[in-house]
């Protein structure tokens, strides 16, 4: 079993910046993969950015260049930085993590860009 909280939603000005972090305990030496999602209102869930246990990150083409994902040398907590953001990345963002034997997911934290 994995569980996962995530901070650092909130609100934010169009151009400005948010850090989402996302800590998970339990059985995390079997986590091979985390990411991020999100989900805006009437839209599907959407891969955000993802990385791999090697390191190897992925992004949504909607947010390259503006996002980084990252985690800690533990492995236990992933990051998203997100830079310059823009009115269309308001959306309730989820963390993923992956194992062997299931997938979990964070409560989510909501990300609100608006002026």
Same mark, same amino acid.
């Given at each position: 079993?994995?569980?996962?909280?995530? &901070?650092?939603?909130?609100?934010?000005?169009?151009?400005?910046?948010? @850090?989402? &972090?996302?800590?998970?305990?339990?059985?995390?030496?079997?986590?091979?993969?985390?990411?991020?999602?999100?989900?805006?209102?009437? *839209?599907?869930?959407?891969?955000?950015? &993802?990385?791999? @246990?090697?390191?190897?990150?992925?992004?949504?083409? &909607?947010?390259?260049? @503006?996002?980084?994902?990252? @985690?800690?040398?533990?492995?236990?907590?992933?990051?998203?930085?997100?830079?310059?953001? *823009?009115?269309?990345?308001?959306?309730?963002?989820?963390?993923?993590?992956?194992?062997?034997?299931?997938?979990?997911?964070?409560?989510?934290?909501?990300?609100?860009?608006?002026?």
């Amino acid at each position: 079993q994995v569980q996962l909280v995530e &901070s650092g939603g909130g609100l934010v000005q169009p151009g400005g910046s948010l @850090r989402l &972090s996302c800590a998970a305990s339990g059985s995390i030496l079997s986590i091979y993969y985390m990411g991020w999602y999100r989900q805006a209102p009437g *839209k599907q869930r959407e891969l955000v950015a &993802s990385i791999t @246990r090697s390191g190897m990150p992925n992004y949504a083409d &909607s947010v390259k260049g @503006r996002f980084t994902i990252s @985690r800690n040398n533990a492995g236990n907590t992933v990051y998203l930085q997100m830079n310059s953001l *823009k009115l269309e990345d308001t959306a309730v963002y989820y963390c993923n993590v992956r194992t062997a034997s299931s997938p979990y997911w964070g409560q989510g934290t909501q990300v609100t860009v608006s002026s």
